[in-house]
């Protein structure tokens, strides 16, 4: 488990050896994970100088709750092991925080020689069971870099001819073994072999990943999770070689570091510092580009916005259409032509520019080469886009289509609970531009959310049963009153295509739910041949508009769009009080702006912590929100899964903002009611 927010292992980078930072094996597992990102690896073991500023959320942990998680998994798992194994060590007595970790390496490494040699006397039998050792430290060097660790379990079994079998296992609170799991296997079995000395040609290293639908009924090794190895070995090898890809990230200095931006950064700890950084620079970053794009377009001499902006003409915002297929034309016509010609960005180069030229009117709207628009205009060149048409199209055969302006939009949103894998909350509205009325809006929140697999999965399906029964109340009530109760079309619109994949997995493990049939048709299980039967709004307006902020997730959308102003979050409870959404899930949902002062050229500079003594001019979206969900702990608050928790410090405030309506006063819980409430207004949005 990585514990290196809240737990014992260090994260490296504050014990150098020869110049390198000492890594964790869970820093670069957490590096896998998000997905080899090189700033999340400079971060995380190198420069400490930008760690010096005052940053209110970055370079902390992103939630308690998954760090208690796995904590609470670790548990479980091993007081089920070690009741059915032959022998039971725990040296967490070990633990590096209390002695050092050459003392602890040294204790866990005779610990763990001395079973071996036991086993290699011990006979096999056909019900073997094994030695296992808990919260085992290590340490080493791989290729150029020291590195240490905790591996969470380890067994040990005696074989034929007198070998012993060593697994070493990694214990997770996810439901599918993931490669970043894998390596920190691999880590730990080749810091263990270079110790085995004498002992290595009699002991047989294997790894295995351990977690919630790990089958533990028997301890036969046989049985036990188990992974192939070697090609985890060689991958670790040529990752802390000398050649390897972490030494060319630690030879670079920080601001020359690429970086992608996108929905992975909603979930690291250090997506305020490299979004702020990327402002502050103008870094061509901030468009969401890939490392390899922003690679070849620093070969053209293209690192910051201007840059780019500067490399074409751009008509005016109002007189921009998508169905404009001209080229732009150039000013700087050599290295646009270069660019134009390039087989990685040639092909979207007007994309990137007219995206550039928004981006900076954002940021320096006084730049020569910013467009100075408000709102989201569109971007020339994309198309009539994928959202389907409110009526049939003329001369078509009238027959088997709605009336005209007679499609029912069903807008949905879907919460997903990444820690329990159900769906928490559903919501809906359902309209039509023929219908008179309000739009009809149904939210449902799950009953509980329990531990154990099968009864969350029983609750996961009474909620989605009784939302797809009000939703097709609610359907076949405006298909009547518009006239078409029989040929009504319906379509579904999401924000994100992830809250499609969600719903659509649910449907797939509800298989006895009665609509299912009905909403396998409309998510696109069984897709028609011309047209899907739902929209992921978040694509088209990616694609298709022109966005002044890094982040694409829903709040900085209607930032950017004008539709919503901040009353339209004030809401009416069922006992007639008012609330503000706004502030009851403002922490980690809302509070997404930094404040900024200019700089005498217009450039932006953030006010970091409590300096009450700058002038603020305005705020910018600093924090990743590329998605529209809402953070867990709410829900889990509600449903009381907060209330016995025993944390202190950061982690207890943490949790606490989550869990009432009006922190720090604390006078009314979060409860379903605004949950619900939440719901139907990010419906309304889309």
């Known amino acids: 488990m990585s514990d290196d927010n809240f737990g014992s292992e260090s994260s490296g980078g504050d014990n150098q050896t020869g110049g390198l930072p000492v890594m964790s094996a869970s820093g670069i597992a957490e590096y896998i994970r998000f997905n080899c990102c090189p700033r999340f690896f400079k971060l995380k073991f190198g420069d400490t100088e930008i760690k010096k500023r005052k940053w209110p959320k970055a370079f902390k942990p992103i939630s308690p709750l998954l760090y208690g998680a796995g904590k609470a998994l670790e548990e479980e798992k091993i007081s089920e092991l070690k009741e059915k194994a032959a022998g039971y060590l725990d040296l967490s007595e070990t633990d590096p925080r209390y002695m050092n970790w050459n003392a602890a390496w040294k204790n866990s490494l005779n610990t763990l020689r001395e079973v071996i040699e036991n086993q290699f006397s011990a006979k096999e039998l056909l019900d073997c069971k094994p030695i296992l050792l808990y919260q085992v430290p290590m340490k080493g060097q791989i290729g150029v870099w020291d590195v240490r660790g905790i591996a969470d379990l380890i067994g040990v079994w005696p074989c034929e001819g007198g070998k012993v079998k060593v697994r070493i296992f990694e214990l997770k609170a996810s439901w599918k073994e993931q490669t970043a799991h894998r390596i920190q296997v691999a880590i730990y079995v080749l810091l263990l072999s270079q110790e085995l000395g004498s002992l290595s040609s009699k002991v047989e290293l294997e790894g295995g990943v351990i977690n919630k639908e790990s089958d533990l009924e028997t301890l036969d090794s046989d049985r036990l999770p188990k992974f192939k190895l070697r090609p985890l070995i060689m991958d670790v090898e040529r990752l802390f070689s000398f050649e390897g890809e972490l030494n060319r990230i630690h030879q670079k200095p920080l601001p020359d570091v690429e970086y992608q931006l996108c929905w992975r950064c909603d979930n ?314 706004r502030r009851v899930f403002h922490d980690g949902f809302f509070n997404y702006s930094l404040p900024y002062r200019r700089a005498s050229d217009g450039s932006i500079s953030f006010i970091l912590g409590f300096d009450r003594a700058s002038k603020k001019e305005g705020y910018y979206p600093v924090r990743a929100r590329f998605g529209n969900q809402i953070p867990i702990e709410y829900l889990w608050a509600a449903k009381g899964r907060l209330d016995n928790r025993d944390e202190k410090g950061p982690a207890k405030i943490f949790l606490e903002k989550r869990m009432w309506c009006d922190y720090p006063q604390k006078n009314r819980r979060i409860t379903d009611e605004e949950l619900t409430l939440m719901g139907l207004k990010l419906c309304l949005a889309l």
């Open 268 to 581: 690291c700890g250090f997506n305020e510092c490299c979004i702020v950084s990327a402002v502050e620079s103008e870094s061509v970053a901030l468009l969401n580009l890939t490392r390899g794009e922003q690679n070849v377009l620093r070969s053209y001499g293209i690192k910051c916005l201007e840059d780019l902006a500067r490399l074409k003409t751009l008509p005016h915002a109002d007189s921009l259409r998508p169905y404009d297929f001209g080229t732009l034309p150039a000013r700087d016509v050599e290295k646009a032509g270069l660019l134009a010609t390039d087989p990685v960005v040639g092909s979207k180069l007007d994309w990137l520019v007219q995206r550039a030229q928004f981006m900076l009117g954002g940021i320096r709207p006084n730049s020569p080469f910013a467009s100075k628009s408000r709102r989201m205009p569109w971007l020339t060149g994309t198309g009539y886009g994928s959202l389907p048409e409110d009526s049939a199209s003329f001369g078509a055969d009238s027959a088997l289509l709605s009336n005209p302006d007679g499609m029912i939009r069903v807008y949905l949103f879907v919460e997903w609970d990444y820690m329990l894998d159900v769906i928490s909350m559903i919501s809906a509205r359902v309209s039509c531009t023929r219908y008179r009325g309000e739009s009809l809006g149904v939210s449902r929140i799950i009953g509980c959310l329990p531990d154990e697999r099968e009864a969350c999965l029983d609750e996961e399906k009474k909620l989605l049963e009784s939302f797809f029964l009000e939703v097709t109340q609610a359907i076949t009530k405006i298909a009547t009153e518009v006239g078409s109760p029989d040929e009504a079309t319906v379509h579904l619109y999401f924000f994100s295509r992830r809250e499609r994949d969600v719903l659509m997995d649910a449907v797939r493990r509800q298989p006895s739910l009665i609509s299912a049939r009905a909403v396998r048709d409309l998510l696109g299980l069984r897709q028609a041949i011309d047209q899907p039967m739902f929209s992921i709004v978040q694509d088209e307006i990616v694609h298709r508009k022109a966005l002044r902020f890094p982040s694409s997730g829903l709040l900085p959308i209607l930032d950017q769009s004008g539709f919503f102003d901040n009353n339209t979050w004030i809401v009416k409870r069922r006992d007639g009080s008012l609330v503000d959404l």
